[in-house]
């Protein structure tokens, strides 16, 4: 089996052209003809995760987030270009879904829904095609802004949470998007969410919505945690025998102190 077979299987599935047009996913560094000999996923390339494959023998890596992601200008050994160069050097071919991930129907949001609970979802920015941005959904049941807290930590194992004010009324409906999702929270609004989570919101976005939707920032990294599996889920699907790992690094640039 050619590297170009599992990344046709991932297009299939997240199409290119879906991707936000700041995006850069795709095919990032190698070749497409070679036979692979095992596909390591991750959320984040770094030196350790090329240096993973190497040692497991997988001649691909699929991230979630682009490691080209602006122009290089130079290759040499500040921290992106070493990495390449490692890649090439190896033969490791690396390739990214990422936005075009995000705004599929059964990608990553769809995931993070599953796993919070939610039901009768639909794009929270749905695009005419039927994908979107972000997702939004129900409840079986209606929580407190504290319940709501604690489930999101317990399924998401976060440190701490980040939110606004008490809400004042329990959360029925939910409206979510892994990763950088604060320029949906108005959309969430409208739609008539209750609360909106999202791993980066920063802090000028937390005013004028207490009382008006509760909002939780988990951290970019523990949003999207699960990516790995749903891509671990597409490869094996189409090829059930291929070698696929999901890489045992946590790639997190962010650390906590919760002493």
Known sequence: MKIREVIDALERFAPLPLQDDYDN?????????????????????????VDEAMRNGCNLIVSHHPLLFRPLKRLTDDSIGSIVMDAVKAGITIYASHTNLDNVAEGVNM?????????????????????????????PQPLSGQELLALIKERFGVACIRHNGELGRPVRRMALCGGSGAFLIEKAVAAGADAFMTGEIGYHRFFGFDGVIKLVE????????????????????NYPSLKVLMTGLNTNPVHYFTE
């Open 111 to 139: 995931r993070i829904a599953r796993i919070l609970g939610i039901t009768d979802v639909k794009p929270l920015d749905e695009h005419p095609d039927g994908n979107g941005a972000g997702i939004i959904g129900t409840f």
């Open 25 to 49: 996913s795709g095919l990032q560094v190698g070749t497409t003809e070679t036979e692979v000999s095992g596909v390591l996923l991750c959320l984040d390339v770094t030196r350790q995760v």
């Open 218 to 237: 988990t951290g970019h990294y523990e949003s999207e945690q699960y990516t790995v599996e749903l891509l671990k889920d597409i490869i094996r699907g």
